[in-house]
T-cell receptor, first 116, second 108 residues
Framework: GAVVSQHPSRVICKSGTSVKIECRSLDFQATTMFWYRQFPKKSLMLMATSNEGSKATYEQGVEKDKFLINHASLTLSTLTVTSAHPEDSSFYIC????????????FGQGTRLTVV | DAKTTQPTSMDCAEGRAANLPCNHSTISGNEYVYWYRQIHSQGPQYIIHGLKNNETNEMASLIITEDRKSSTLILPHATLRDTAVYYCIVRVRGKLIFGQGTELSVKP
């Protein structure tokens, strides 16, 4: 399957700082990317959808000023957690898919964020 | 909300076939069924997807009932490395909305 690379895999930051997570599609053009978060022993929760060159669409209850998403190219999307707090500690996962209504999406390996 | 329901957990003996059921009774005519799995602390891995015909690839087979209200993922010869949470997903407005999935434990 196609490869989606997420970086970093783990990050620890201090409260009040911002953290940027990158998601790259390595061998296809990702017209759409998705960002999820996952708490321990829970399922993935969709945070937002981004299309290349457009503003991200956020799911209900997700603060767009808190979680900044940029999808400036067909191979890169970034999620910035601004002014991080301990409750933002979570597993963040990106997903990307090519154009086409029923193409499958591929997932990155995830980023474990710990805010101390 | 997820449009699918799955059993919370299942066990399977190593080397035997693992049959994972999924109900999607509200699926629309042009919506595909997708299967992913997630091994602990990793991103989900794509397995297979289908519309109405049965599908097979190197990982698994997908059997979809004629009325499309349910499907079964089949891992023909389960190994210990197949222990994971398996998600059956019907895409909603272009988005993959995850339910709770089935925790499959493959035992020696």
């Amino acid at each position: 399957g196609a490869v989606v690379s997420q970086h970093p895999s783990r990050v620890i930051c201090k409260s009040g700082t911002s953290v940027k997570i990158e998601c790259r599609s390595l061998d296809f053009q990702a017209t759409t990317m998705f960002w999820y978060r996952q708490f321990p022993k829970k399922s993935l929760m969709l945070m937002a959808t981004s299309n290349e060159g457009s503003k991200a669409t956020y799911e209900q209850g997700v603060e767009k000023d808190k979680f900044l998403i940029n999808h400036a190219s067909l191979t890169l999307s970034t999620l910035t957690v601004t002014s991080a707090h301990p409750e933002d500690s979570s597993f963040y996962i990106c997903s990307a898919r090519d154009w086409g209504w029923n193409t499958e999406a591929f997932f990155g390996q995830g980023t474990r964020l710990t805010v101390v | 909300d997820a449009k699918t329901t799955q059993p919370t957990s299942m066990d399977c003996a190593e080397g035997r076939a693992a049959n994972l059921p999924c109900n999607h009774s509200t699926i629309s005519g042009n919506e595909y069924v997708y299967w992913y799995r997630q091994i602990h602390s990793q991103g989900p891995q794509y397995i297979i997807h289908g519309l109405k015909n049965n599908e097979t690839n190197e990982m698994a087979s997908l059997i979809i009932t004629e009325d499309r209200k349910s499907s079964t993922l089949i891992l023909p010869h389960a190994t210990l490395r197949d222990t994971a949470v398996y998600y059956c997903i019907v895409r909603v407005r272009g988005k993959l909305i995850f339910g709770q999935g089935t925790e499959l434990s493959v035992k020696p």
